[in-house]
């Protein structure tokens, strides 16, 4: 069965809309995000937010900005899809109890279920190292290398049950160099995702984006 796409409402100075980031590891996306919230009169903001890695350097990163942040690590079950479920469902009681409204994947290393997402379709964003629909995966910027291709960037999707597969709502180039390895490739698209998801999740908020 397809997404039945429904989108957040649109938030207010009064009533930010609010929005969970979910993260992996350093959250340098999600502290862009929040400190872009502090500064500006946003109609959004964070509430919470939650890794699957207990590690995460971004928990504390959040905490230093007045964010709660919570760990929410895959339980201990031998059952690859069992556990999945579990995890999920330990992640959907925290944005119940944060009244989230919005979900954000930021360096999120996570598939989720098409249970998850199906109720969510319109309301969880994703974004991505390349310029989708080419070089989807947990390794674009080591395919685009390996492409020779001269234009990277960063995509903006809502998030369907596929891996990088959701509506595009917008991208940003960036130059692939001759003397680029990954590592150069992906600093300088990673200042371009710093701005441009900001930036779409502002539109969110403001009832600019369509439905899909």
């Not at 409402?9 to 400190?35: C, F, H, N, Q, T």
């Not at 946003?42 to 937010?49: E, F, G, K, P, R």
């Not at 944060?98 to 994947?105: A, H």
């Not at 974004?127 to 390794?139: K, Q, R, T």
Request: aromatic share 4%; proline share 6%.
């Amino acid at each position: 069965m397809a997404e039945e796409w429904v989108l957040p409402r649109v938030g207010s100075i009064e009533d930010p809309l609010r929005l969970a980031v979910l993260i992996s590891g350093s959250g340098s996306g999600m502290e862009a995000l929040i400190r872009h919230q502090q500064d500006t009169d946003c109609l959004h903001i964070t509430n919470v937010v939650i890794s699957d890695r207990s590690s995460a350097s971004g928990l504390a990163k959040a905490e230093a900005l007045g964010v709660s942040a919570i760990a929410v690590p895959l339980p201990d079950v031998e059952d690859k899809h069992e556990r999945r479920l579990i995890h999920e469902s330990e992640v959907l009681d925290v944005l119940s109890d944060f009244g989230i409204e919005l979900i954000i994947l930021s360096g999120y290393m996570r598939i989720l279920t098409p249970s998850f997402v199906k109720p969510w379709a319109g309301r969880i964003l994703n974004i991505h190292p390349s310029l989708l629909p080419n070089f989807p995966g947990a390794h674009a910027h080591r395919d685009v290398i390996a492409a020779g291709v001269k234009k990277s960037g960063c995509t903006v999707h809502f998030v369907d049950s596929g891996m990088d597969t959701g509506p595009i709502i917008a991208s940003e180039e960036v130059v692939v160099l001759p003397s680029d390895n990954e590592e150069t490739l992906a600093e300088r698209v990673k200042k371009k995702e710093h701005l441009l998801y900001p930036k779409v999740i502002d539109m969110i908020s403001q009832g600019i984006v369509q439905s899909p």
